[in-house]
């Protein structure tokens, strides 16, 4: 029985492309590197912002001091326009609402920041209880680490075989591994489909409604 669903964040229940496209290229213009168009900041996401940047700046020999400041200054632009474009993706509202008024509790776990993450579900979401949205928090491991979701299922009461985990990307299959969950990865994310195909989730979805069906065709057996 399907009690609960954790989802990532950024390319899961969000679409936040645009603005951290526009996050990462002040930084770039600010600092002197290359500017990123929208399908090279897709492909370089999902890892937290200090990777972001690594990925973006392309110097294997970057310092450390360079890419401290290339990421303390990602987090003041991101500041600046977190949710200026930022929306749900269509059919995720829908699908939220289902899960809501089927009694399956929801919960985010994210690697962007815990402040963004928090205040990006109060803006959409307003109906999530915050006290089940983890992201980045200082002397907290990240995903793929599995501490964020077992934390997760202790605040929700729930075990393991009652939940399952929804992302866009190679992170979230090996997280929901790592934290002995049933992996569904979604397809209109940062993630090519391919690449998701080959690290073998359990499931992989098209359509939000799609994650539905998972559900009830379980919860029947």
């Not at 954790?6 to 496209?21: A, C, E």
Request: hydrophobic letters at 35%; proline letters at 3%.
């Amino acid at each position: 029985m399907i009690k609960a669903i954790i989802f990532d964040l950024d390319g899961t229940v969000l679409n936040t492309l645009l603005d951290l496209k526009t996050a990462v290229n002040r930084v770039m213009n600010k600092l002197g590197y290359c500017e990123q168009s929208y399908e090279e900041v897709r492909n370089k996401v999902g890892s937290g912002f200090r990777n972001l940047m690594f990925r973006c700046i392309g110097k294997e020999d970057i310092s450390e001091e360079e890419l401290d400041t290339a990421e303390k200054q990602m987090v003041i632009e991101y500041k600046d326009c977190y949710h200026d474009n930022t929306r749900p993706y269509e059919g995720i509202n829908e699908l939220l609402s289902y899960l809501k008024n089927n009694d399956i509790k929801i919960a985010i776990n994210s690697n962007k920041n815990d402040d963004y993450t928090k205040k990006l579900i109060e803006i959409n979401f307003p109906f999530i209880d915050l006290n089940l949205v983890l992201g980045k928090r200082e002397g907290y491991n990240v995903k793929p680490d599995p501490a964020n979701n077992t934390e997760l299922m202790e605040k929700m009461q729930v075990k393991p075989e009652e939940v399952l985990y929804v992302g866009d990307s190679l992170v979230d299959i090996k997280t929901a591994q790592n934290s002995s969950l049933k992996a569904v990865s979604v397809s209109w994310g940062f993630v090519d489909k391919d690449r998701l195909v080959q690290a073998k989730p359990d499931y992989i979805i098209d359509k939000p409604d799609e994650l539905i069906d998972i559900i009830e065709k379980i919860n029947k057996e």
